[in-house]
């Protein structure tokens, strides 16, 4: 599996973003897919997760009420819509592909994801 995020950009404190994530392989539609992020200086951290067939959905407190997660598994595509973005959601997106199959449940540990993209740079300036 293969996934190339796009769609980061500079934004205005309460602007919005939507990020992509093209994802490639026969089984990725069949996988939970989740967007991680790492700001300078921090670990990487938990944004939101989608089950396969997008039944199931986490968010992290942060993003809560302001980001949605939603996947077109026609398209083998992965979008965050970030909304009301703030100067602390500045960070690296990641998009990452689940380690298993048809998972009920998405998991919100980087360990429980198996493939990565490149990361696409969110800057939000105040």
């Known amino acids: 599996v293969q996934l190339v995020e796009s769609g980061g950009g500079l934004v205005q404190a309460g602007g919005s973003l939507r990020l992509s994530c093209a994802a490639s392989g026969r089984t990725s539609s069949s996988r939970e897919m989740g967007w991680f992020r790492q700001a300078p200086g921090k670990e990487r951290e938990f944004v939101a997760a989608i089950s396969w067939s997008g039944g199931s959905i986490y968010y992290a407190d942060s993003v809560k009420g302001r980001f949605t997660i939603s996947r077109d598994n026609a398209k083998n595509t992965v979008y965050l819509q970030m909304n009301s973005l703030k100067s602390e959601d500045t960070a690296v997106y990641y998009c990452?592909?689940?380690?298993?199959?048809?998972?009920?449940?998405?998991?919100?540990?980087?360990?429980?994801?198996?493939?990565w993209g490149q990361g696409t740079q969110v800057t939000v300036s105040s």
């Open positions: 990452a592909a689940g380690v298993g199959y048809y998972s009920g449940s998405p998991g919100r540990s980087q360990y429980e994801y198996a493939f």
